[in-house]
């Protein structure tokens, strides 16, 4: 695992400001000009040439990761602040989750606010996947060709 991606994981915070992200974006932006045969194709060209999907996107995936083992119950964390949509429109999944309304934006960067709307809108055979590498590889062929993979959305 690239040390980058060891720091993200162990952050229990996501940076919300486009500067902080772009920051820590630009180290891999940086580190990916150091290759002489791409240093003149833009940042999201030379993510998708190297296969590389952006931070954002790493960050994000961890996340639905996480959720997915509290969600199965292999965090042993007691109760979490997670409950069930009680809406018979479960229309993605059977393990839709319910997302209180919130007036402020101040909440907008807790764990369970960030990834309760991504999570929502995966298809059943992902949430249901019986184990952590089968769901993050169906986690990958989900998300495939999501424009946000290769071009980060603090450069834009």
């Known amino acids: 695992m690239p040390s980058s991606e060891r720091a993200n994981r162990m952050l229990p915070w996501q940076p919300q400001q486009k500067l902080l992200c772009k920051e820590i974006e630009d180290v891999q932006r940086r580190a990916t000009k150091l290759i002489s045969a791409l240093s003149e ?3 999201p060209e030379r993510l998708a040439v190297l296969k590389l ?5 790493r960050r994000l995936r961890g ?22 949509a009680e809406t018979k429109d479960t229309r993605g999944n059977s393990l839709k989750l319910y997302k209180p309304f919130c007036r402020l934006n101040v909440r907008s960067c807790f764990f369970a606010e960030r990834v309760i709307p991504h999570w929502n809108s995966l298809p059943e055979t992902v949430v249901t996947a019986p184990s952590v590498n089968s769901f993050k590889g169906r986690l990958d062929n989900f998300w495939a060709d999501r424009p946000e993979k290769f071009s980060p959305t603090c450069y834009q």
């Open 53 to 57: 999907p952006s931070l954002e996107h």
């Open 41 to 43: 194709k833009t940042y």
């Open 63 to 84: 996340d639905m990761i996480d959720l997915y083992k509290y969600m199965h119950g292999i965090y042993d964390t007691g109760n979490p602040n997670f409950q069930l």
